[in-house]
Protein backbone atom coordinates (compact mmCIF):
# COMPACT_ATOMS: atom_id res chain seq x y z
CA UNK A 1 0.00 0.00 0.00
CA UNK A 2 1.57 3.48 -1.14
CA UNK A 3 2.44 6.27 1.94
CA UNK A 4 -0.22 8.20 0.05
CA UNK A 5 -3.06 5.97 1.15
CA UNK A 6 -2.38 6.43 4.76
CA UNK A 7 -0.01 9.34 5.52
CA UNK A 8 -2.04 11.58 2.99
CA UNK A 9 -0.09 14.67 4.53
CA UNK A 10 2.91 14.15 4.07
CA UNK A 11 5.61 15.70 0.83
CA UNK A 12 6.27 12.74 -1.34
CA UNK A 13 9.49 11.63 -0.56
CA UNK A 14 11.39 11.91 -3.92
CA UNK A 15 14.01 9.41 -4.54
CA UNK A 16 17.06 10.97 -7.57
CA UNK A 17 17.82 9.12 -10.42
CA UNK A 18 19.24 9.97 -13.65
CA UNK A 19 17.95 9.10 -16.73
CA UNK A 20 20.29 8.80 -20.11
CA UNK A 21 20.61 8.07 -23.69
CA UNK A 22 23.94 6.52 -24.12
CA UNK A 23 26.58 5.37 -26.51
CA UNK A 24 28.01 2.07 -25.30
CA UNK A 25 31.20 2.90 -27.42
CA UNK A 26 32.02 6.52 -26.40
CA UNK A 27 30.12 7.46 -23.74
CA UNK A 28 31.46 7.51 -19.48
CA UNK A 29 29.06 4.47 -18.60
CA UNK A 30 28.21 4.48 -14.65
CA UNK A 31 30.17 1.06 -14.84
CA UNK A 32 33.90 2.17 -14.18
CA UNK A 33 33.27 4.72 -11.44
CA UNK A 34 31.18 2.90 -9.08
CA UNK A 35 33.60 0.68 -7.71
CA UNK A 36 31.30 -1.12 -4.87
CA UNK A 37 28.60 -3.51 -5.72
CA UNK A 38 27.11 -6.63 -4.64
CA UNK A 39 24.72 -7.81 -7.16
CA UNK A 40 24.49 -7.99 -11.31
CA UNK A 41 22.08 -9.81 -13.26
CA UNK A 42 21.25 -10.06 -16.73
CA UNK A 43 17.88 -10.73 -18.46
CA UNK A 44 17.78 -12.27 -22.06
CA UNK A 45 14.03 -12.62 -23.39
CA UNK A 46 13.41 -14.66 -25.40
CA UNK A 47 16.73 -16.87 -25.42
CA UNK A 48 16.75 -20.92 -24.23
CA UNK A 49 18.75 -21.88 -20.86
CA UNK A 50 20.94 -23.43 -22.91
CA UNK A 51 22.02 -20.96 -24.93
CA UNK A 52 22.57 -18.17 -22.51
CA UNK A 53 24.74 -20.79 -20.12
CA UNK A 54 27.07 -21.91 -23.23
CA UNK A 55 27.96 -18.00 -24.30
CA UNK A 56 27.78 -16.45 -20.54
CA UNK A 57 29.63 -18.72 -18.64
CA UNK A 58 31.60 -15.91 -16.98
CA UNK A 59 33.78 -16.75 -13.73
CA UNK A 60 33.43 -13.53 -11.73
CA UNK A 61 35.68 -14.59 -9.46
CA UNK A 62 36.50 -14.42 -6.29
CA UNK A 63 36.40 -12.18 -2.99
CA UNK A 64 37.38 -12.29 0.54
CA UNK A 65 35.64 -11.52 4.09
CA UNK A 66 37.88 -10.45 6.36
CA UNK A 67 38.72 -8.72 10.13
CA UNK A 68 41.08 -6.84 9.42
CA UNK A 69 42.82 -4.18 11.80
CA UNK A 70 43.14 -0.85 10.07
CA UNK A 71 46.73 -0.50 11.00
CA UNK A 72 47.40 -3.65 9.15
CA UNK A 73 46.59 -1.93 5.92
CA UNK A 74 49.67 0.07 6.07
CA UNK A 75 51.91 -2.76 6.87
CA UNK A 76 54.69 -1.61 4.09
CA UNK A 77 54.96 -4.98 2.26
CA UNK A 78 51.06 -5.34 1.86
CA UNK A 79 50.84 -1.11 0.31
CA UNK A 80 54.00 -1.83 -1.74
CA UNK A 81 51.82 -5.31 -3.62
CA UNK A 82 48.21 -3.89 -3.33
CA UNK A 83 47.83 -0.47 -2.06
CA UNK A 84 50.71 1.27 -3.80
CA UNK A 85 50.80 -1.00 -6.96
CA UNK A 86 50.10 -0.03 -10.60
CA UNK A 87 48.94 -2.82 -11.94
CA UNK A 88 46.76 -4.24 -9.32
CA UNK A 89 43.77 -2.20 -7.64
CA UNK A 90 42.32 -3.20 -4.09
CA UNK A 91 38.90 -2.74 -3.22
CA UNK A 92 37.69 -3.12 0.33
CA UNK A 93 34.14 -1.94 1.82
CA UNK A 94 33.16 -2.50 5.57
CA UNK A 95 30.27 -4.94 6.36
CA UNK A 96 27.67 -4.59 8.85
CA UNK A 97 28.34 -0.53 9.36
CA UNK A 98 25.01 1.57 8.54
CA UNK A 99 25.55 4.60 7.33
CA UNK A 100 23.90 6.94 9.40
CA UNK A 101 25.15 4.87 13.14
CA UNK A 102 28.46 3.93 12.41
CA UNK A 103 31.55 4.27 11.04
CA UNK A 104 31.72 3.25 7.58
CA UNK A 105 35.44 2.67 5.65
CA UNK A 106 36.27 1.90 2.72
CA UNK A 107 39.57 2.00 0.11
CA UNK A 108 38.22 2.39 -3.69
CA UNK A 109 40.16 2.22 -6.74
CA UNK A 110 42.10 4.97 -6.45
CA UNK A 111 43.44 4.10 -3.68
CA UNK A 112 41.72 6.89 -1.21
CA UNK A 113 40.55 5.39 1.69
CA UNK A 114 37.40 6.97 2.64
CA UNK A 115 36.41 7.04 6.26
CA UNK A 116 32.52 8.27 6.71
CA UNK A 117 32.78 8.81 10.93
CA UNK A 118 30.86 9.35 13.69
CA UNK A 119 31.68 12.87 15.72
CA UNK A 120 32.87 10.90 18.61
CA UNK A 121 35.26 8.95 16.41
CA UNK A 122 36.50 11.73 14.59
CA UNK A 123 37.51 13.77 17.79
CA UNK A 124 39.51 10.77 18.69
CA UNK A 125 41.20 9.94 15.32
CA UNK A 126 43.30 13.14 14.71
CA UNK A 127 43.44 13.94 10.85
CA UNK A 128 41.45 16.85 9.80
CA UNK A 129 38.80 16.29 7.96
CA UNK A 130 37.17 17.38 4.90
CA UNK A 131 35.04 20.55 5.00
CA UNK A 132 31.51 19.20 6.12
CA UNK A 133 28.63 19.30 3.69
CA UNK A 134 24.64 20.51 4.80
CA UNK A 135 24.29 16.91 4.81
CA UNK A 136 27.01 16.29 6.93
CA UNK A 137 26.16 18.93 8.88
CA UNK A 138 22.73 17.47 9.37
CA UNK A 139 24.19 14.01 10.45
CA UNK A 140 27.22 15.16 12.40
CA UNK A 141 29.50 12.81 10.15
CA UNK A 142 32.62 13.99 9.27
CA UNK A 143 34.83 12.65 6.11
CA UNK A 144 38.29 11.76 5.78
CA UNK A 145 39.92 10.86 2.81
CA UNK A 146 43.28 9.84 3.21
CA UNK A 147 45.65 8.81 -0.21
CA UNK A 148 47.31 5.79 0.49
CA UNK A 149 49.19 5.82 -2.92
CA UNK A 150 50.46 8.88 -1.95
CA UNK A 151 54.75 8.82 -2.50
CA UNK A 152 54.97 11.10 0.59
CA UNK A 153 53.64 7.94 2.72
CA UNK A 154 56.36 6.02 3.30
CA UNK A 155 57.20 4.27 6.85
CA UNK A 156 59.56 6.94 8.76
CA UNK A 157 58.03 10.09 7.51
CA UNK A 158 55.74 11.90 9.77
CA UNK A 159 52.77 11.38 7.70
CA UNK A 160 52.61 7.57 7.94
CA UNK A 161 53.47 7.51 11.79
CA UNK A 162 50.73 9.97 12.61
CA UNK A 163 48.30 7.83 10.44
CA UNK A 164 50.29 4.81 12.08
CA UNK A 165 49.44 6.41 16.11
CA UNK A 166 46.03 7.33 14.52
CA UNK A 167 44.80 3.91 13.13
CA UNK A 168 46.08 1.60 16.30
CA UNK A 169 44.56 4.00 19.07
CA UNK A 170 40.87 5.11 16.94
CA UNK A 171 40.73 1.57 15.79
CA UNK A 172 41.47 -0.97 18.40
CA UNK A 173 39.51 -3.73 17.50
CA UNK A 174 39.45 -5.86 13.47
CA UNK A 175 36.74 -4.57 11.42
CA UNK A 176 34.83 -6.76 9.44
CA UNK A 177 35.13 -6.36 5.43
CA UNK A 178 34.78 -7.31 2.07
CA UNK A 179 37.87 -7.75 -0.02
CA UNK A 180 38.52 -8.05 -3.52
CA UNK A 181 41.62 -7.65 -5.84
CA UNK A 182 41.44 -7.10 -9.86
CA UNK A 183 44.56 -6.63 -12.35
CA UNK A 184 44.33 -3.19 -14.11
CA UNK A 185 45.01 -4.58 -17.58
CA UNK A 186 43.54 -7.86 -17.80
CA UNK A 187 40.45 -6.87 -15.74
CA UNK A 188 40.92 -10.78 -13.84
CA UNK A 189 40.68 -11.09 -10.01
CA UNK A 190 43.62 -11.74 -8.15
CA UNK A 191 44.28 -13.55 -4.93
CA UNK A 192 45.62 -11.79 -2.07
CA UNK A 193 48.07 -12.54 -0.08
CA UNK A 194 47.06 -11.29 3.71
CA UNK A 195 49.38 -10.16 6.32
CA UNK A 196 49.66 -11.79 9.65
CA UNK A 197 46.86 -11.35 12.02
CA UNK A 198 44.15 -10.89 9.56
CA UNK A 199 41.47 -13.64 9.43
CA UNK A 200 40.34 -13.85 6.11
CA UNK A 201 37.71 -16.57 3.94
CA UNK A 202 37.54 -16.63 -0.05
CA UNK A 203 34.15 -16.90 -1.38
CA UNK A 204 33.49 -17.29 -5.24
CA UNK A 205 30.87 -14.94 -6.66
CA UNK A 206 28.38 -16.70 -7.62
CA UNK A 207 26.08 -16.95 -10.28
CA UNK A 208 22.55 -18.31 -10.89
CA UNK A 209 20.94 -19.08 -13.78
CA UNK A 210 16.76 -18.76 -14.06
CA UNK A 211 14.59 -19.25 -16.79
CA UNK A 212 11.40 -17.32 -16.41
CA UNK A 213 8.39 -18.63 -18.64
CA UNK A 214 4.79 -17.75 -19.30
CA UNK A 215 5.26 -13.80 -18.86
CA UNK A 216 4.51 -10.98 -21.43
CA UNK A 217 7.65 -9.41 -22.58
CA UNK A 218 7.51 -5.90 -24.28
CA UNK A 219 9.25 -5.52 -27.04
CA UNK A 220 10.37 -1.75 -26.79
CA UNK A 221 10.59 -0.95 -30.20
CA UNK A 222 9.76 2.74 -29.87
CA UNK A 223 12.38 3.63 -26.90
CA UNK A 224 14.02 5.65 -29.10
CA UNK A 225 14.13 9.53 -28.34
CA UNK A 226 13.83 10.32 -32.12
CA UNK A 227 10.82 7.72 -32.42
CA UNK A 228 9.17 9.88 -29.52
CA UNK A 229 6.70 12.65 -30.11
CA UNK A 230 8.39 14.76 -26.71
CA UNK A 231 11.57 14.40 -24.58
CA UNK A 232 8.70 14.23 -21.55
CA UNK A 233 7.40 11.06 -23.72
CA UNK A 234 10.46 9.22 -24.26
CA UNK A 235 11.05 9.84 -20.14
CA UNK A 236 8.04 8.11 -19.10
CA UNK A 237 8.62 5.65 -21.86
CA UNK A 238 11.83 4.41 -20.57
CA UNK A 239 10.75 4.85 -17.15
CA UNK A 240 8.21 2.49 -17.73
CA UNK A 241 10.71 0.02 -19.31
CA UNK A 242 12.79 0.17 -16.23
CA UNK A 243 9.52 -0.55 -13.99
CA UNK A 244 8.88 -3.90 -15.95
CA UNK A 245 12.86 -4.57 -15.88
CA UNK A 246 12.55 -4.37 -11.69
CA UNK A 247 9.50 -6.89 -11.90
CA UNK A 248 11.42 -9.06 -13.74
CA UNK A 249 14.00 -9.11 -11.26
CA UNK A 250 11.28 -9.44 -8.43
CA UNK A 251 9.86 -12.17 -10.46
CA UNK A 252 6.84 -10.72 -10.10
CA UNK A 253 3.26 -12.36 -10.61
CA UNK A 254 2.04 -9.64 -12.32
CA UNK A 255 4.45 -10.21 -15.24
CA UNK A 256 2.69 -13.88 -15.75
CA UNK A 257 0.26 -13.70 -18.85
CA UNK A 258 -2.38 -15.73 -16.99
CA UNK A 259 -2.33 -12.90 -14.79
CA UNK A 260 -5.88 -11.46 -13.97
CA UNK A 261 -5.82 -9.67 -10.50
CA UNK A 262 -8.32 -7.67 -8.82
CA UNK A 263 -8.54 -3.81 -10.08
CA UNK A 264 -8.41 -3.14 -6.24
CA UNK A 265 -5.23 -4.79 -5.78
CA UNK A 266 -3.18 -3.73 -8.98
CA UNK A 267 -4.22 -1.96 -13.06
CA UNK A 268 -1.07 -2.81 -14.02
CA UNK A 269 0.05 -3.36 -17.56
CA UNK A 270 2.78 -3.99 -19.28
CA UNK A 271 4.57 -1.76 -21.82
CA UNK A 272 2.69 -1.99 -25.61
CA UNK A 273 3.84 -3.24 -28.61
CA UNK A 274 4.16 -6.46 -26.14
CA UNK A 275 4.35 -9.89 -26.59
CA UNK A 276 2.52 -12.62 -24.21
CA UNK A 277 3.20 -16.11 -22.97
CA UNK A 278 7.40 -15.46 -23.31
CA UNK A 279 10.15 -16.82 -21.74
CA UNK A 280 13.04 -15.26 -20.83
CA UNK A 281 16.21 -16.10 -18.91
CA UNK A 282 17.57 -14.22 -15.93
CA UNK A 283 21.37 -14.84 -14.64
CA UNK A 284 22.51 -13.54 -11.56
CA UNK A 285 25.72 -12.88 -9.71
CA UNK A 286 26.26 -12.27 -6.52
CA UNK A 287 29.19 -11.38 -4.47
CA UNK A 288 31.74 -8.64 -4.31
CA UNK A 289 32.22 -7.47 -7.91
CA UNK A 290 34.44 -4.73 -9.36
CA UNK A 291 33.68 -2.55 -12.33
CA UNK A 292 36.27 -4.35 -14.41
CA UNK A 293 34.64 -7.64 -14.12
CA UNK A 294 31.24 -5.45 -14.87
CA UNK A 295 32.63 -4.37 -18.03
CA UNK A 296 33.36 -7.69 -19.29
CA UNK A 297 30.12 -8.85 -18.71
CA UNK A 298 28.96 -6.00 -20.72
CA UNK A 299 31.24 -6.64 -23.70
CA UNK A 300 30.09 -10.51 -23.68
CA UNK A 301 26.79 -9.32 -23.28
CA UNK A 302 27.40 -6.58 -26.54
CA UNK A 303 29.22 -9.93 -28.40
CA UNK A 304 25.98 -12.07 -27.68
CA UNK A 305 23.63 -8.89 -29.66
CA UNK A 306 25.92 -8.86 -32.30
CA UNK A 307 25.97 -13.12 -32.73
CA UNK A 308 22.42 -12.65 -32.76
CA UNK A 309 21.77 -15.22 -30.04
CA UNK A 310 19.11 -12.90 -28.83
CA UNK A 311 17.53 -10.95 -31.19
CA UNK A 312 15.81 -8.45 -28.83
CA UNK A 313 16.81 -5.46 -26.10
CA UNK A 314 18.98 -6.94 -23.16
CA UNK A 315 19.51 -5.51 -19.85
CA UNK A 316 21.88 -5.30 -17.44
CA UNK A 317 21.74 -3.97 -13.37
CA UNK A 318 24.18 -3.55 -11.08
CA UNK A 319 23.32 -3.26 -7.24
CA UNK A 320 25.97 -1.41 -5.21
CA UNK A 321 26.05 -1.24 -1.15
CA UNK A 322 23.12 0.91 0.56
CA UNK A 323 25.76 1.95 3.16
CA UNK A 324 28.60 3.45 0.94
CA UNK A 325 29.70 6.60 1.28
CA UNK A 326 29.47 7.57 -2.16
CA UNK A 327 28.03 6.79 -5.34
CA UNK A 328 29.40 7.42 -8.87
CA UNK A 329 32.70 9.49 -8.68
CA UNK A 330 32.60 11.69 -6.05
CA UNK A 331 28.71 11.83 -5.39
CA UNK A 332 27.90 11.64 -1.64
CA UNK A 333 25.54 9.12 -0.85
CA UNK A 334 23.87 8.85 2.67
CA UNK A 335 21.11 6.41 3.28
CA UNK A 336 17.82 8.03 5.55
CA UNK A 337 15.18 6.06 3.98
CA UNK A 338 16.12 5.07 0.61
CA UNK A 339 19.90 4.13 0.19
CA UNK A 340 19.36 2.58 -3.44
CA UNK A 341 22.93 2.94 -5.35
CA UNK A 342 22.16 0.95 -8.18
CA UNK A 343 22.10 1.46 -12.16
CA UNK A 344 20.49 -0.10 -15.26
CA UNK A 345 21.59 -0.47 -18.76
CA UNK A 346 19.37 -1.68 -21.05
CA UNK A 347 20.40 -2.29 -24.11
CA UNK A 348 18.29 -1.45 -27.51
CA UNK A 349 19.12 -3.65 -30.55
CA UNK A 350 20.75 -2.49 -33.08
CA UNK A 351 19.05 0.09 -36.20
CA UNK A 352 19.59 -0.40 -39.73
CA UNK A 353 21.37 3.12 -39.81
CA UNK A 354 23.78 1.38 -36.99
CA UNK A 355 27.03 -0.47 -38.08
CA UNK A 356 26.57 -2.46 -34.97
CA UNK A 357 24.49 -2.12 -31.30
CA UNK A 358 26.14 0.83 -29.12
CA UNK A 359 22.46 2.52 -28.18
CA UNK A 360 20.97 1.88 -24.51
CA UNK A 361 19.65 3.17 -21.80
CA UNK A 362 21.24 4.35 -18.54
CA UNK A 363 19.33 4.71 -15.26
CA UNK A 364 21.32 5.38 -12.72
CA UNK A 365 19.36 5.37 -9.00
CA UNK A 366 20.86 7.55 -6.50
CA UNK A 367 18.58 7.01 -3.26
CA UNK A 368 16.58 9.90 -1.54
CA UNK A 369 19.92 11.85 -0.08
CA UNK A 370 22.71 12.33 -1.95
CA UNK A 371 24.87 14.99 -2.12
CA UNK A 372 26.57 16.62 -6.11
CA UNK A 373 29.78 18.28 -5.75
CA UNK B 1 19.86 118.69 54.03
CA UNK B 2 22.27 116.35 53.12
CA UNK B 3 22.62 114.65 49.64
CA UNK B 4 20.90 111.10 49.29
CA UNK B 5 23.00 108.53 49.28
CA UNK B 6 24.16 107.13 45.46
CA UNK B 7 22.14 103.48 45.33
CA UNK B 8 23.89 102.91 42.23
CA UNK B 9 27.26 102.35 41.73
CA UNK B 10 28.98 103.43 37.88
CA UNK B 11 30.78 100.28 36.36
CA UNK B 12 32.08 102.24 33.81
CA UNK B 13 35.67 102.00 33.68
CA UNK B 14 37.83 104.90 33.14
CA UNK B 15 41.27 102.59 31.86
CA UNK B 16 41.93 101.58 28.41
CA UNK B 17 40.97 97.96 28.29
CA UNK B 18 38.04 97.78 30.40
CA UNK B 19 38.00 94.41 30.57
CA UNK B 20 41.31 94.04 32.11
CA UNK B 21 39.91 96.20 35.40
CA UNK B 22 39.26 93.97 38.15
CA UNK B 23 39.12 96.82 40.83
CA UNK B 24 35.44 97.43 39.84
CA UNK B 25 34.04 94.11 39.55
CA UNK B 26 36.16 93.26 42.87
CA UNK B 27 34.28 96.07 45.07
CA UNK B 28 30.75 94.62 43.51
CA UNK B 29 31.61 91.24 44.97
CA UNK B 30 33.10 92.33 47.87
CA UNK B 31 30.28 93.50 49.13
CA UNK B 32 27.62 90.78 48.04
CA UNK B 33 30.30 87.97 50.08
CA UNK B 34 30.57 87.30 53.34
CA UNK B 35 33.21 89.33 54.91
CA UNK B 36 35.88 86.24 55.20
CA UNK B 37 35.21 85.03 52.06
CA UNK B 38 38.36 85.94 49.63
CA UNK B 39 36.73 88.15 46.57
CA UNK B 40 39.78 86.85 44.55
CA UNK B 41 38.75 83.12 44.58
CA UNK B 42 34.98 83.47 44.46
CA UNK B 43 36.03 85.55 41.10
CA UNK B 44 38.46 82.30 40.06
CA UNK B 45 35.25 79.89 40.53
CA UNK B 46 32.84 82.23 38.50
CA UNK B 47 31.80 80.28 35.41
CA UNK B 48 31.45 83.22 32.55
CA UNK B 49 28.54 83.65 30.59
CA UNK B 50 28.84 84.45 26.94
CA UNK B 51 26.01 86.87 25.24
CA UNK B 52 27.04 86.31 21.94
CA UNK B 53 27.19 82.98 20.76
CA UNK B 54 30.28 83.08 18.50
CA UNK B 55 32.23 79.76 17.41
CA UNK B 56 34.72 80.60 19.43
CA UNK B 57 32.62 81.02 22.82
CA UNK B 58 30.90 77.91 22.50
CA UNK B 59 33.81 75.77 21.79
CA UNK B 60 35.22 76.74 24.90
CA UNK B 61 32.24 76.23 26.90
CA UNK B 62 31.99 72.69 25.00
CA UNK B 63 35.65 71.89 25.75
CA UNK B 64 35.42 72.79 29.43
CA UNK B 65 32.13 70.37 29.61
CA UNK B 66 34.51 67.56 28.66
CA UNK B 67 37.24 68.53 31.05
CA UNK B 68 34.61 67.64 33.49
CA UNK B 69 32.77 64.67 32.44
CA UNK B 70 36.45 62.43 32.10
CA UNK B 71 36.77 59.92 34.39
CA UNK B 72 39.59 61.15 37.13
CA UNK B 73 40.93 57.14 38.01
CA UNK B 74 44.26 57.69 35.52
CA UNK B 75 46.46 56.63 38.26
CA UNK B 76 44.46 53.14 39.49
CA UNK B 77 43.49 51.63 36.53
CA UNK B 78 43.97 48.12 35.32
CA UNK B 79 45.32 46.37 33.15
CA UNK B 80 43.57 44.69 30.32
CA UNK B 81 44.56 41.42 29.03
CA UNK B 82 46.19 42.89 25.73
CA UNK B 83 48.91 45.02 28.23
CA UNK B 84 49.53 42.48 30.68
CA UNK B 85 50.57 39.62 27.67
CA UNK B 86 52.83 42.52 26.69
CA UNK B 87 54.63 42.49 29.86
CA UNK B 88 55.46 39.19 29.28
CA UNK B 89 55.50 38.21 32.72
CA UNK B 90 53.70 34.20 33.05
CA UNK B 91 55.22 33.54 29.98
CA UNK B 92 58.32 30.61 30.15
CA UNK B 93 61.43 31.67 28.62
CA UNK B 94 62.69 29.85 25.47
CA UNK B 95 65.74 28.41 27.24
CA UNK B 96 63.54 27.04 29.65
CA UNK B 97 61.20 24.72 27.59
CA UNK B 98 62.82 21.49 28.16
CA UNK B 99 61.23 18.53 29.21
CA UNK B 100 64.04 17.56 31.36
CA UNK B 101 63.62 20.80 33.17
CA UNK B 102 59.78 19.86 34.36
CA UNK B 103 60.33 16.35 35.12
CA UNK B 104 61.50 17.35 38.60
CA UNK B 105 58.06 19.22 39.16
CA UNK B 106 56.55 15.87 37.82
CA UNK B 107 58.06 13.63 40.96
CA UNK B 108 56.75 16.50 43.08
CA UNK B 109 53.40 16.27 41.91
CA UNK B 110 53.18 12.73 42.41
CA UNK B 111 54.72 12.89 45.81
CA UNK B 112 51.91 15.44 46.20
CA UNK B 113 49.14 12.83 44.78
CA UNK B 114 50.36 9.96 46.97
CA UNK B 115 49.88 12.14 49.92
CA UNK B 116 46.16 13.28 48.82
CA UNK B 117 45.89 9.26 48.00
CA UNK B 118 46.92 8.16 51.70
CA UNK B 119 44.25 10.34 53.12
CA UNK B 120 41.20 8.45 51.78
CA UNK B 121 41.66 5.62 49.11
CA UNK B 122 37.60 5.83 48.31
CA UNK B 123 37.47 6.26 44.96
CA UNK B 124 34.72 8.54 44.91
CA UNK B 125 36.25 10.65 48.00
CA UNK B 126 39.29 10.60 45.94
CA UNK B 127 37.65 12.03 42.79
CA UNK B 128 36.26 14.58 44.30
CA UNK B 129 39.82 15.69 45.84
CA UNK B 130 40.89 15.46 42.65
CA UNK B 131 38.78 18.01 41.29
CA UNK B 132 39.79 20.78 43.89
CA UNK B 133 43.70 19.22 43.05
CA UNK B 134 46.15 21.39 41.54
CA UNK B 135 47.55 19.35 38.03
CA UNK B 136 50.87 21.48 37.73
CA UNK B 137 53.61 19.02 36.64
CA UNK B 138 50.91 16.40 35.96
CA UNK B 139 51.28 14.40 33.31
CA UNK B 140 48.65 14.84 30.98
CA UNK B 141 47.50 13.12 27.50
CA UNK B 142 44.65 14.83 24.92
CA UNK B 143 42.53 12.00 23.70
CA UNK B 144 39.76 14.19 22.09
CA UNK B 145 39.67 17.46 20.61
CA UNK B 146 37.68 19.47 18.33
CA UNK B 147 40.92 20.13 17.06
CA UNK B 148 42.56 17.33 15.26
CA UNK B 149 45.66 18.65 15.52
CA UNK B 150 45.85 18.43 19.50
CA UNK B 151 44.65 14.49 19.73
CA UNK B 152 47.15 12.53 21.04
CA UNK B 153 49.90 15.31 22.84
CA UNK B 154 51.31 14.10 25.77
CA UNK B 155 53.50 15.96 28.44
CA UNK B 156 53.80 17.60 31.97
CA UNK B 157 50.90 20.59 32.88
CA UNK B 158 53.74 23.71 33.26
CA UNK B 159 50.67 26.40 33.88
CA UNK B 160 47.21 25.85 34.10
CA UNK B 161 44.89 29.46 33.57
CA UNK B 162 41.39 29.94 33.16
CA UNK B 163 40.93 28.37 29.66
CA UNK B 164 44.59 26.52 28.63
CA UNK B 165 46.53 23.85 29.45
CA UNK B 166 50.15 24.91 28.88
CA UNK B 167 52.14 21.29 28.30
CA UNK B 168 55.67 20.69 27.43
CA UNK B 169 55.85 17.40 25.71
CA UNK B 170 59.00 15.05 25.52
CA UNK B 171 60.24 17.04 21.96
CA UNK B 172 60.76 20.33 23.93
CA UNK B 173 57.30 21.53 22.72
CA UNK B 174 55.38 23.91 24.90
CA UNK B 175 51.60 24.04 23.83
CA UNK B 176 48.42 25.62 24.39
CA UNK B 177 45.43 23.28 24.34
CA UNK B 178 42.39 24.78 24.93
CA UNK B 179 40.03 23.09 27.97
CA UNK B 180 37.46 24.00 26.05
CA UNK B 181 37.47 22.14 22.72
CA UNK B 182 39.65 18.41 24.59
CA UNK B 183 39.64 15.83 27.10
CA UNK B 184 42.32 14.88 28.93
CA UNK B 185 43.35 11.33 30.41
CA UNK B 186 46.02 11.63 33.83
CA UNK B 187 47.99 8.58 35.36
CA UNK B 188 49.46 8.49 38.70
CA UNK B 189 51.98 5.88 40.46
CA UNK B 190 50.24 5.54 43.37
CA UNK B 191 46.83 4.92 41.99
CA UNK B 192 45.88 2.40 39.57
CA UNK B 193 43.48 3.20 36.55
CA UNK B 194 43.34 6.47 34.37
CA UNK B 195 41.57 9.41 35.18
CA UNK B 196 39.66 11.26 32.34
CA UNK B 197 39.40 15.10 32.47
CA UNK B 198 36.83 16.93 30.47
CA UNK B 199 37.75 20.33 29.56
CA UNK B 200 34.82 22.28 29.15
CA UNK B 201 33.91 21.57 33.01
CA UNK B 202 37.33 22.82 34.11
CA UNK B 203 36.70 26.22 32.54
CA UNK B 204 38.23 27.66 36.11
CA UNK B 205 41.73 29.06 37.48
CA UNK B 206 43.45 26.29 39.20
CA UNK B 207 42.74 28.62 42.41
CA UNK B 208 39.33 28.63 42.27
CA UNK B 209 38.92 25.50 41.50
CA UNK B 210 40.24 24.96 44.91
CA UNK B 211 37.92 26.47 46.51
CA UNK B 212 34.84 27.09 45.26
CA UNK B 213 31.51 24.74 44.33
CA UNK B 214 31.23 24.48 40.67
CA UNK B 215 27.90 23.22 38.95
CA UNK B 216 29.25 20.83 36.52
CA UNK B 217 27.62 21.70 32.38
CA UNK B 218 24.56 19.38 31.23
CA UNK B 219 26.84 17.69 28.64
CA UNK B 220 30.25 16.13 28.38
CA UNK B 221 29.70 16.35 24.40
CA UNK B 222 32.75 18.46 23.49
Not at chain 1, 140 to 169: A, F, H, N
Request: aromatic share 8%.
Amino acid sequence: MSRKTYLPELPDLDSAADLAYVDLDTNTLPIDNHPFNHQVAIFLPACSLERAQAHLNQDLGWFYQIDIKLSTLLDPTFMKTYVQSGHKSLVLHSVDTHLDSDDVIVLDLNGTLVMNLTKSTHEMFGIQARKQTRADMKRQRYVVRIDLGDPKLVPGTKMYERLLWCLESTFTNPIKMLAASVDKVTGSALDIEWPAGVSYRRLENSAHIEDISGITIPSFDNLRPAACTSEKMWEQKSIDAVEWLGLVHLKAKRLSSNDKPDPFVSTYRAPVPNAAHQHGVLVTWKGFILPALISSILSALRKLMSVKVTENWTSLTVWGFHDSPFGWDNMQHYYFVGGENDYTLLLLPKTDEESSQKMAISYKMYGSHHVIQ
Amino acid sequence: MEKPENLYQSLHSTQKDPIKDEAAVKSVVRDLVYETTSEEKVIQNLKPVRIDPSPESLGEAKSLKKKKMRKPHEKSRRLNARERRAFKVYDIPAEAHKYDIFVQLNKLWQGYMAEVYSQGANPSQFAQKLLKADFHGAIFKVIKSKNPSYVGIEGIVVQETLSVFKIISKNNKLQQIPKISSVFTMEMECCPGVFTLYGPQLQFRAADRAVKKFKPKPSIDL
